[in-house]
């Protein structure tokens, strides 16, 4: 047994104790009992409302080394009430590969997230998932790919992938599509390991592949990279081509979403992002500030 599997064991066993003496009988709608030492739930207690063997809980809880299925930490996890965070460390704990949630992909963006991506205009900015929908944007990000605010028209999530691969290329926004997209499928694949299987990614993907062919072609393919810093141009109808280094920033609670800033690559894209947002002023200025009363 290695070094990091022996640290490992007592770990699991001591957060094991901590969460079961933490929920008390009430909490999963049994009675408190008599003449009740333990805090919280009895081991076999937890055992019961889990569906596994006392013997196999009570070793599990003593770190001996025995294998667990992610089926049973989740009722295991379950049972204690674990939240997200403290389920992931259960499974980090246990040596066993840990899968999000389905719904953990990310779906909305809180104020401090969009306050963030909107306080950095006129620098491009977006927050994408690990499977390119784009939960939220700043109004550069707008100007440059002539879209509303995410939700604005009550319609699903626009997905970036989707819109550059069934654009035509005449007015598709990105330059270089021949290197960016197979870049941009190669980073989808890379999150795609940890979602096999899972109905939203596999209807996800055969739609796409259905849409374009481009795409069947290079998923085929397999290629894997990581997401990570590019140099990107894209063009605008009213002040053309620009150049731009992209950056993502992961955020907090938000597990497989990231923010995406894009900054000018030299100044002659610096003076155009800045046109752009004197032309978005100039067609929809702000609304005049209220009076209020003394």
């Known amino acids: 047994m290695g070094t990091r599997t022996q ?136 100007d440059l790919f002539l879209m509303p605010p995410v939700g604005a028209a009550g319609a699903g999530l626009p997905n970036a992938l989707w819109t550059l691969f069934t654009l035509p290329e005449g007015i598709c926004p990105l330059v270089h599509r021949e290197v960016e997209l197979p870049r941009m499928v190669a980073t989808l694949r890379s999150s795609y390991g940890r979602h096999v299987g899972e109905p939203a990614w596999e209807d996800y993907i055969r739609g796409l592949s259905a849409a374009s062919a481009w795409f069947a072609e290079l998923w085929a393919s397999c290629e894997v990279v990581p997401p990570g810093p590019r140099v990107k141009t894209f063009r605008h109808t009213a002040v053309g081509e620009m150049r731009m280094t992209s950056q993502s920033l992961s955020i907090d609670g938000m597990p497989e979403c990231r923010i995406v800033v894009y900054s000018p690559e030299d100044e002659d894209a610096r003076a155009k992002i800045t046109m752009l947002r004197e032309r978005r002023e100039r067609l929809f200025p702000p609304a005049a500030q209220e009076v209020v009363p003394h």
Do not use: K
């Open 7 to 142: 640290r490992r064991r007592p770990e699991l066993a001591a957060f094991l104790r901590s969460r079961r003496a933490r929920v008390t009988p009430a909490d999963v709608g049994m009675p408190p009992g008599l003449r009740r030492r333990t805090p919280g739930l009895r081991r076999e207690e937890v055992a019961q409302l889990s569906g596994v063997g006392v013997t196999w809980y009570t070793w599990l809880e003593q770190g001996r080394p025995i294998n667990a299925s992610p089926q049973v930490l989740d009722a295991v996890a379950r049972t204690l009430r674990l939240d997200p965070p403290e389920r992931e460390h259960l499974y980090r704990l246990a040596e066993v590969p840990f899968q999000p949630d389905r719904e953990g992909l990310g779906r909305r963006v809180g104020r401090e997230v969009q306050g963030i991506i909107d306080a950095v205009d006129p620098l491009l900015a977006v927050v994408y998932n690990a499977r390119y929908d784009i939960l939220a944007t700043n109004a550069a990000y707008r």
